[in-house]
Every structure is written in C-alpha cells, then in structure tokens.
C-alpha cells in the first residue's frame, strides 16, 4: 500500500514539476551571428571573377607590361583590397551610417567634383581620381552614398513623400545635381542605374502611383535625349540595334561578344581557351567580362553566375522587408536599394554585352576587374550583413531582456514549489501512518 502511495505521489510530484518549474535555465538555442551563405555567396563571385579576370587579361597584359599576370595581381590585390574594407564596414554599426548620411552625400559631391577639376582622362571620358598609386572611379562611392543619403532622407520625411508632391521632389532635385555632375564626365550609365534604384525606392517607400509614373516616363525621356544629343550615344543605339550592319565599325566590339556567347554554348569552350580574349574583343577583362566568361565556361557558367547573384540580391530584398517589420526603416530603404542596384548593374552589363541593351561602361557587380567597383560592391554586401547581424542581435537581446524580466517570477515560483513540495511531503506522511496505525487497531482487537 505504501509503495502504490509513494509512487502515485512521484507521479504527481513529476507532472507538477514539468508545468510549473521555472526555474530551470531554459535550453539555448545556437543562433548564428552572420548570414554566413550571403557571405559566401560574395566571396564565390570574388573567386570566380579572379579566375576569369586572369584568364581574359593575360593576351593584353603580355602585350602591355610583357607580364601576362599583371592584371591578375593587381586583381588579386584589389579583392583583398576589397575583402579588408569588407570586414571593417561590418564591424561600423548601421547607427553610424544612419547619423552620418548627409555628409556621405557631401563627400559624393566632391568627389565628383574633384573628378572634373584634376581628374584623369580615358578614351574620352574623365572619372578617375589619382591619388599616388590609387586611382579612385569617383562615381563609385557616390552611388553608395546617395543611397544611404536617400534612405535616411525617406526615414525623416517619410510622410512628405507619401502625402504631397514637394517631399517627392526632394530627393530627385539631389539627384538631379548628381547627376549633371555625372554627365559632364559623361557617365550616362551610373546615371541610369541612379535613376531607377531611386524610382524603385521611393515606389516601395510609398510614393503614389502617379507620382511614381510620371517620375518613370520623365526619367527614360530624359535618357532618350540625352542619347539623341550626343552623336557617339547615337551611334552605340545604332550599332546595337544591327550590330553587323558594321561590324568592322560601330558594330565591332558587340559582334565579337555575341561572336564569344555563341561559341560558348551549353559548357564552354573551357577554362582558358578562348580566342576572343585574344585581343579580338576589346575590354575583354572589364565590361565585357560575361562574354569571355560565357566562351570558356558555357551557357552552365553564365547560368551559375547569374543564380548567384540573384540570390544575393533576394537575400537584400528579403532583409530589406524583415527590417521594415522590426521597424529599422533606415535599414530597410538602405537594403532595398543595394539589392536594386546590384540587379539593374547586373542587367545592364549583361544586357549589354549580350546585345539586349546598348553597350555601357558599367562591371558587373563582385566579377569584373577594377579596384573602385570591387571595393565598394563588396562594402555593399558588408553593410547588408551587418544589417542582417543587428537584426539577429536584436532578437537575441529580446530574448535575454525577457529572460531578466522572468527572474523575480522564477524566484516566487520556485519558493511556492518548495512550499508546495513540503505539504505533499505532509500528506506522505499522514498517508503512510493511517495504515500502520489501522493496522494496530486491528491487532488489538483480535
């Protein structure tokens, strides 16, 4: 009878306990600190865009500096350039960026404008500042900082944008002067792809339709005339709408890209066996890097590179939406605008040396050789996941704020589980002496 009791009152000593005990530390789970596949992802392209950098850049180095490896090394150079200033930016808290972006956008202006006073000159265009033996692309960083200018000024008059017509018109009057400074270098492909990441970011910042409508139709009227006032953009559309009306002319440079992507076909000619980067294809390191890519590694290694970069930039979209939810809309606009502008960067290279777009100066984003873009893309991924890593950080300072706020309650009830322990252990007793005192009774009166 005793053992069924005490068994019985285990029983309910247990079930109590795994309801109402508190008290015990609560299991953690291992949360990561880092998007370690974002991470990654950058560092498979910095891999991949060494590889093919070295592959197209050898012919023209030889000829050049007689070091097939020149520009390798220097690319080399570049992406650990670029993987340093990474790991520094991921360690600036987005605060910094949040506080300081007015004199970020600052700095973008002169830059641009030291650019056009002692720039240097190349093939007709001046973009590059020299500083020893640094040269800096200007338009460059100040794409970065008119982003972070553009989402912290939609974070301090958020509903001046979304209620009237003068807090739209802000921003692009910013714009509107970057851009003129862009143009006198001329730079009309950084403009391009500034206008449609602002266009993009004030639509998910809630601009009204019409507003965002006539800002699209106004922004690619603009474009075309720009294109029609210049003979030699005039003959880039030209050229790109029937590239081998000319293809010894206008047409050449397009010709012999689609002339590399068709020789690609399904996996490549492979790895180091191109005959356009033998000097045929002009640019074949920089612009037009996707062509020589496509030649050597096929329609798989094109695919491959695209996936890779697509998932990057959902990766940005996705944060951008999971911080407007945490109500981080600085990081939020900022993200968006990273992921905008990786893709339509992306777009436009491949675009343009597929013969989809009119032919323009712009890398493809973590792959095409040059120091400045490398950087900075690689600055971008950094800011991306420090915004992921606050947001995880975050949610764990929730969790332990919670856990602290749980210790008074986990005290009392681990004193009223002692005080409750102590009358089940009465009631054993009272439950185990009724018996024996039963049974004497019943002795005696036998």
Known sequence: MSTITENKVSSLRQIFMS????????????????????????????????VVVTSASMPVADRLYGNPFHFAIRHAIY???????AMVVMQIPMRWWRMSNVWLLLLAVVLLLAVLAIGRSVNGSTRWLVVGPITIQAAEP????????LAGYLVRRHEEVTDN??????????????????LLQPDLGTVVVMLFTTIGLLFLAGAKLWQFFSLAIAGTLAVVLLIVFEEYRVRRITSFLDPWADPFGSGYQLTQSLMAYGRGDVFGQ?????????????????????AILAEE???????????????????????GNLALRKERPFDAYLAYSIGIWLSLQTAVNVGASAGILPTKGLT??????????????????AILVRIDFEMRVD???????????KGRKRTLIRKAKQEVTSVIEDVVDEVQIEPSASATVGGLND
Do not use: R, W
């Open 19 to 50: 309801k109402h005990d508190e008290t015990q530390p609560p299991i953690k789970a291992e949360i990561q600190q880092y998007d370690y596949s974002l991470i990654l992802l950058a560092i498979a392209l910095l891999s991949i865009g060494l």
């Open 79 to 85: 992406v650990v350039l670029a993987m340093i200033s």
């Open 142 to 149: 100040a794409k970065l900082f008119f982003f972070c200018y």
């Open 165 to 182: 017509i003068k807090g739209f018109i802000k921003p692009l009057v910013v714009f509107f002067a970057l851009a003129l400074l862009l």
């Open 270 to 290: 492979g790895l180091g066996n191109s005959l356009q980067k033998l000097e045929y294809l002009p640019e074949a390191h920089t612009d037009f890097i996707m």
């Open 297 to 319: 590694l096929g329609f798989s290694g094109v695919s491959t590179v695209l996936l890779i970069m697509l998932v990057i930039v959902m990766k940005a979209m996705v944060m």
């Open 364 to 381: 493809f984003p973590l792959l095409s050789y040059g120091g400045s873009s490398l950087i900075i893309m690689s600055v971008a991924v």
């Open 395 to 405: 949610g764990i300072q929730a969790i332990n704020k919670s856990g602290a706020l």
